[in-house]
Structure formats: C-alpha cells, structure tokens
C-alpha cells in the first residue's frame, strides 16, 4: 500500500524558512518522480514542485522559483521542501504527490501559515 506522509508544517512570519518532509512507503521510491503541491484556503490545487529520478531535474512554479528547494533521500525514501523567505500568500495546505501504477497518491498534508 502506497503511504505518504508530510510533517514540517508550522505557523511562521513573513520572511522565515520552513522545511516539509514526505515519508513514503509502499513503493520503490527512488524509481518514481515526486512532487509538492498545496492548496489554499478557497482555492484549487497548484502545482508546487517536480523531481525526477535522472539526473537531479527538478522543476519549480514561478511563484516560488527561487525561494523554494525540492530534493529527496532515497535511502531514506523521504522528500523534502526547504522553503525560504515565505510569504503569506505562501499559506496553504501543502502535499506530496506520486504516481504509481496510473494512481496519482497524496498524503494528509502538512499546513504552512504565513502571518504576522
């Protein structure tokens, strides 16, 4: 059974630096590419973040190109997302994504609250 997993969340001000893990299970991790996304309040799900298994690809939405850093330990088949300088317009609920077997998994997700 595929399980993931995301901790990091925190309510923090304007400016701070925040790290969510995704621990995943289930599945052979370092095989698939992984991906952040996050919803906020009212709103539909963005696209946060893409990694891939070659080569360290990874691919960032404009809005946190620069600011955020995804990357993954696939010995420990976890996936992370540094992000710095946050923003309130950065608050949102936010999830690691896989897709196995044509089945897009997500975990329970982790809140990020931006305020001062």
């Known amino acids: 059974e595929v399980q993931l997993v995301e901790s990091g969340g925190a309510m923090v001000q304007p400016g701070e630096s925040l790290r969510l893990s995704c621990a995943a299970s289930g599945f052979t991790f370092s095989s698939y590419v992984m991906r952040w996304v996050r919803q906020a309040p009212g709103k539909g799900t963005e696209w946060v973040s893409t990694?891939?298994?070659?080569?360290?690809?990874?691919y960032y939405a404009t809005s946190v190109s620069g600011r955020f850093t995804i990357s993954r330990d696939n010995a420990k088949n976890t996936l992370y997302l540094q992000m710095n300088s946050l923003k309130p317009e950065d608050t949102a609920l936010y999830y690691c994504?896989?897709?196995?077997?044509?089945?897009?998994?997500r975990g329970q997700g982790t809140q990020v609250t931006v305020s001062s």
């Open positions: 990694t891939y298994t070659d080569h360290g690809r990874t």
């Open positions: 994504e896989a897709v196995v077997s044509g089945t897009t998994h």
